[in-house]
């Protein structure tokens, strides 16, 4: 996959091979690069690409940075965009020219899709899992914020009947690509999670594993910490970790997709916070990216 790295001051946006072939549509997944934000990491003397009207940043640098992303994105500061108020959900819309906006408004909603050339979609994320679809026969597209929840509730899958039944788009004519998210490396998550997803997918077992504590400094002189445990307490036991990425490219398989028509960048933003916005790892206080899709004018 194409990405635009250089300097700080440059918007940093990562393009799919697999998207870029098809010559009508228009795709990217933001960085927090290139951006005027400072509000973030006010030490750094480039700013920062947020992308969400959060309560912390300035209205007027988001509204700068979305035009930014818009003409890195399409050539046109102006472009129309329709985002959504994003409630971790499976509701899915169907969107038109008329819903575009660059305010912080939209509709309460976590996927939307179109056929109609000339809007972009854009799903804001900040360590969810953002999917994005194309039908290559009937010049459709959609957009998807899955986070746990929304992955549960199969917002990808139920995605792609959607789009079946409003375009009449088959599986096999659809291509995806799953951006950068929080990865199954950072992403730890309690018992509670794992019961859920075994009550609804026969492969659940397949998207958890186990990660104990690698803390070199307690491994290499451990009875301090041994010391400070209550009496009859043996070692901690691992953390669970789900792997959203791969939980959504199953969804995506299910829905009949090809396995060669599915890409993944793979980045976890939690991992990079150099690079990406993290909610978990900057403990709430950060930006967010936009993963955007639509049909040339």
């Known amino acids: 996959m194409r990405r635009t790295r250089g300097s700080k001051t440059e918007v940093g946006v990562i393009r799919i091979p697999s998207l870029s072939a098809i010559d009508w549509l228009l795709h990217g997944f933001s960085t927090r ?3 005027k934000s400072r509000i973030y990491r ?6 920062e690409l947020n992308l969400g009207f959060t309560a912390s940043d300035d209205k007027a640098s988001v509204v700068a940075n979305r035009e930014r992303f818009l003409t890195a994105v399409t050539g046109n500061p102006h472009f129309p965009m329709v985002t959504l108020r994003q409630i971790h959900s499976s509701l899915l ?3 038109m020219a008329r ?3 660059l305010d912080a408004g939209g509709a309460k909603a976590d996927g939307m ?3 109609e050339p000339g809007i972009l979609l854009a799903i804001q994320t900040a360590d969810c ?3 994005l679809v194309a039908d290559r026969k009937r010049q459709a597209v959609a957009g998807f914020h899955a986070g746990w929840r929304g992955t549960l509730k199969r917002i990808v899958e139920n995605g792609v009947g959607r789009m079946r039944l409003a375009f009449g788009s088959k599986p096999e004519d659809l291509v995806a690509a799953i951006g950068p998210g929080i990865g199954a490396c950072c992403y730890a998550v309690g018992d509670e999670v794992l019961a859920e997803f075994e009550s609804q997918f026969s492969y659940a077992a397949q998207l958890f594993c186990e990660v104990y504590d690698s803390d070199l400094i307690k491994e290499r002189y451990p009875l301090p910490f041994l010391a ?3 009496q009859g307490h043996g070692k901690p036991g691992p953390d669970l970790h789900l792997d959203l990425v791969e939980a959504n490219r199953r969804q995506l398989l299910d829905a009949g997709l090809k396995l060669n028509a599915i890409s993944v960048v793979g980045d976890c933003t939690s991992c990079q916070t150099d690079r990406y916005f993290s909610y978990r790892a900057e403990h709430g206080f950060t930006g967010r990216m936009l993963s ?5 004018p």
């Open 33 to 35: 690069t290139g951006g």
């Open 42 to 47: 006010p030490s750094q003397r480039a700013g």
């Open 93 to 95: 819309r169907e969107v």
């Open 99 to 101: 819903d575009a906006t």
């Open 113 to 115: 899709m179109t056929s």
């Open 129 to 131: 899992i953002p999917v």
């Open 228 to 230: 400070a445990r209550a």
């Open 292 to 296: 955007a899709i639509g049909i040339r």
